[in-house]
């Protein structure tokens, strides 16, 4: 599997099943957003930097809610979470996604708003690969973030949604992330990733240059 980032939570997974984009943004959050050319599409929620799917393709598969979904051989569970630690009284709901690929377990926190519920997090199960927010403002901060990893306990972890070159999102750069994990990141422009080569033991901490 191929794993691409453009900046804030949108990822392009190429898998050997399909090709799925997860949260599209807008070019007004002053990132160039990625051309959709995907079989499958997935919006952890509605606000503009994680939804602009305008131009997807007509026959692509969009999933924008929690349930239980299949497509192109690939295995989709959407989790209900909230956009804050205030049951979502402040910024509304969030949809976690979980996916089966090349027998890879991906799970995708979206706009993650507080620390999971027992519920939640054996509704995720054994995850491979994390995309977990770390920006803080409007999701989970640094800190919060290493609480959530503890929780899920991934193989592999990518942080997301953080402020990154000419965005005008106001979020904190990665760095109190990398710190409070303890760990340091294996760089990357695209992400190559099987089954086999999973860590054993140790956590890996994944993190894309743009």
Same mark, same amino acid.
């Given at each position: ?57 007509? /026959? ?7 349930? /239980? ?73 640094? =800190? ?44 990357? /422009? ?10 054993? /033991?140790?956590? =890996? ?6």
């Amino acid at each position: 599997m191929t794993i691409t980032w453009y900046g804030q939570s949108c990822f392009r997974l190429e898998a050997k099943e399909g090709s799925v984009l997860i949260d599209p943004f807008s070019k007004e959050i002053g990132l160039k957003p990625p051309r959709i050319k995907d079989d499958v599409i997935l919006v952890t929620h509605q606000h503009h930097d994680h939804n602009a799917i305008e131009d997807a393709n007509p /026959e692509a598969f969009i999933i924008q809610n929690p349930g /239980e979904y299949e497509n192109h051989g690939i295995a989709i569970r959407g989790i209900q979470s909230f956009h804050d630690n205030k049951e979502g009284t402040e910024r509304g709901l969030n949809t976690i996604y979980v996916l089966k690929a090349e027998d890879l377990n991906i799970c995708h926190l979206g706009d993650l708003g507080h620390v999971l519920t027992d519920k939640q997090v054996e509704d995720i199960g054994d995850v491979d690969i994390l995309m977990i927010p770390v920006g803080g403002t409007y999701t989970i901060d640094a =800190k919060t973030a290493v609480e959530v990893i503890n929780q899920i306990e991934p193989k592999i972890v990518i942080p997301m949604h953080y402020k990154i070159g000419d965005m005008k999102v106001p979020l904190d750069g990665p760095e109190k992330f990398v710190k409070e994990l303890g760990l340091t990141p294996e760089k990357v /422009e695209k992400y190559k990733i099987q089954k086999k080569s999973l860590p054993a /033991e140790e956590i =890996k901490l994944v993190m894309f240059q743009l």
